[in-house]
């Protein structure tokens, strides 16, 4: 009785040794970390950004962020009293410091030396495919008697490292002039030709007697995407891959997996896109130049410079893909956004329809009187951009940086993001959630607030804003002068407003939930049979 007593006390103590005491004295550990961590240190350091706790050291936030990094950052602002002062979320090892004041914000993007792009940029670029002997290329500063140091020769004057010049040559194509004009051409051609009434089985869902049923968002974004690869390349993408949008789009879809590096384990859907589209660009770059004359002229001359650097094919087409990328990435959303709001509501659709259809002197479309002409049309726009609008801007802290009292340190990271920005309460108000048409047209100055920055700042402003506003203009003004639309009856009910996708990191633009897509009855007006 007595050994048999001994022997169950020591199969316990056993037990207890070998598979509880590890955990229990772990679970100690661990609550003793969290409490120092995120409980003391902000006591003992109360100029650093609280940072939201976790549980899991080095993983922190990690699959929150991947999941919803919406739902993270709301938690973020809860954690410090919605005071949106900076606080700091953990990503896999890196800490973020996330930064939604808009004084804060006004500072971030002006000192471009702490808070600088050089080193996001970096670490895009790898993220991208660029790495290497080619990102030491893409940053060397071409010096006398190099072989790319060419005195007197017009395409790098300056004599600037590929990285810089690459961004000249896209700013003095997008940013207001003739350039921009000429791409913008090229994008209104390709849209004249894609809303044709016999064009538009790539988006009908249905027959109504002389309508048919379009759906919205595969007309946007076939159409955006299509007319971006025209402006860029010509129909020369088209000619070497006739999936080359539908490549575009799927690839869009999972982008930040490319930005965010998400690891292959979790099984990636943007492989096979990114590679479909990386031979084509490879299979283009390849082309003799007189088989390349369609491409805009910044596409030529960045593959110009990239050949006298000696940068290998995949960087090149790695960094044309990056470019061809964001160009694509917002408009397609964005016109889908506005379309929706118009539609679900018939009296703001007549009013924009009159702006519109006064932009069609003599039958032709005079896109720069719409884009100063149509207050109604704009303040919508800028309050599609601010709803929808989830860019975070990305930048590494290279020096100390104060912001509301709280020093960012170096080798962190630094994010703006701009959801958190557009739905700031103490800024926009109580309706800030809600879809306010008249918002930026009764204040004009709320699209130059410090809050609002669909279109990101500092030294990466988007060089396309001005030009994107054409494009989606036009592809509205089109669309309501050649078609009536309006939104479909189906079932018994109308149909519900679309939610945003928020279940991923956005980049730009966020897009719809897959599953609610807005139907339209569309019929050719009289005039054009
Ligand atoms: C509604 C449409 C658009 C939105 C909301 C938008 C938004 C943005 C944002 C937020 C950034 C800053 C990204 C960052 O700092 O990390 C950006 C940069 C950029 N955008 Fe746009 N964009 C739009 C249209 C376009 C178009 C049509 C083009 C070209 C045809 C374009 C080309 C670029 C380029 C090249 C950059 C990089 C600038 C740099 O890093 O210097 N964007 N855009």
Same mark, same amino acid.
């Given at each position: 009785m007595f050994?048999?007593?001994?022997?169950l006390v020591k199969c316990i103590l056993y037990t207890w040794n070998r598979f509880l005491l590890t955990p229990a004295v772990g679970c100690v550990l661990l609550l003793l970390w969290r409490i120092w961590r995120f409980t003391v240190l902000p006591v003992l350091r109360p100029n650093e950004p609280k940072e939201l706790p976790y549980w899991i050291p080095v993983f922190g936030h990690t699959i929150a962020f991947f999941g919803n990094s919406d739902k993270l950052l709301e938690r973020g602002l809860n954690y410090t009293g919605r005071t949106h002062e900076v606080?700091?979320?953990? *990503?896999?090892?890196?800490?973020?410091?996330?930064?939604? %004041?808009?004084?804060d914000v006004s500072n971030a993007f002006r000192d471009n030396e702490a808070l600088h792009f050089d080193g996001h940029l970096n670490e895009l670029l790898c993220n991208w495919g660029f790495e290497g002997e080619a990102l030491r290329l893409a940053w060397h500063v071409p010096q006398p008697g190099e072989w790319c140091y060419l005195p007197g020769n017009p395409l790098n004057p300056n004599h600037l490292s590929l990285n810089r010049f690459t961004e000249e040559v896209y700013r003095e194509q997008l940013l207001p002039g003739p350039k921009m004009d000429a791409m913008y051409n090229a994008f209104a051609t390709a849209l004249f030709a894609t809303l044709e !009434?016999? %064009?538009? @089985?790539?988006?009908? *869902? $249905?027959?109504r007697g002389k309508s048919r049923l379009l759906s919205l968002s595969m007309l946007c974004r076939h159409t955006m995407v299509d007319a971006t690869t025209r402006s860029m390349f010509g129909s020369h993408l088209h000619r070497i891959n006739p999936t080359v949008v539908e490549n575009m789009m799927n690839f869009n879809d999972h982008a930040w997996m490319v930005f965010f590096r998400y690891p292959e384990i979790f099984g990636s859907p943007v492989t096979e896109p990114r590679r479909q589209l990386m031979d084509t660009l490879k299979t283009f770059i390849n082309l003799p130049a007189h088989a390349r004359t369609e491409q805009a002229w910044s596409i030529d001359t960045i593959l110009? !410079?990239?050949?006298?650097? $000696?940068? @290998?094919?995949?960087?090149?087409?790695?960094?044309?893909l990056m470019i061809y990328w964001a160009a694509n990435s917002n408009e397609y959303n964005i016109s889908f956004w506005v379309l929706a709001h118009l539609l679900h509501s018939p009296d703001l659709f007549r009013t924009v329809y009159e702006e519109t259809e006064a932009a069609w002197p003599h039958g032709k479309l005079d896109i720069k009187w719409l884009c100063t002409n149509a207050p109604n049309l704009d303040a919508i726009f800028s309050e599609a951009l601010r709803l929808n609008g989830g860019a975070?801007?990305?930048?590494?802290?290279r020096s100390p940086i104060t912001l509301g009292g709280k020093v960012l340190q170096p080798g962190h990271s630094a994010l703006i993001p701009a959801r958190q920005l557009h739905m700031n309460e103490k800024v926009w108000g109580d309706n800030v959630a809600e879809f306010d048409a008249t918002r930026f047209k009764n204040k004009k100055s709320l699209t130059r607030h410090s809050s609002y920055r669909p279109f990101g700042g500092g030294v990466?402003?988007?060089?396309g804003r001005v030009l994107a506003k054409e494009e989606v203009f036009s592809f509205l003004a089109i669309l309501f002068h050649r078609f009536d639309i309006k939104l479909a009856v189906v079932g018994a009910e109308k149909q519900k407003f679309p939610k945003l996708d928020d279940s991923t990191p956005a980049l730009g633009i966020t897009g719809p939930v897959r599953s609610m897509d807005v139907i339209i009855e569309t019929t050719l007006k009289n005039k054009f049979y």
């Open positions: 050994l048999e007593l001994a022997s606080f700091a979320i953990q *990503v896999f090892r890196k800490k973020l410091y996330i930064i939604t %004041n808009p004084s !009434w016999s %064009n538009l @089985d790539f988006c009908t *869902v $249905g027959v110009k !410079w990239q050949e006298i650097m $000696g940068v @290998d094919l995949h960087s090149r087409a790695s960094i044309i975070m801007v990305s930048r590494v802290v990466t402003y988007c060089p």
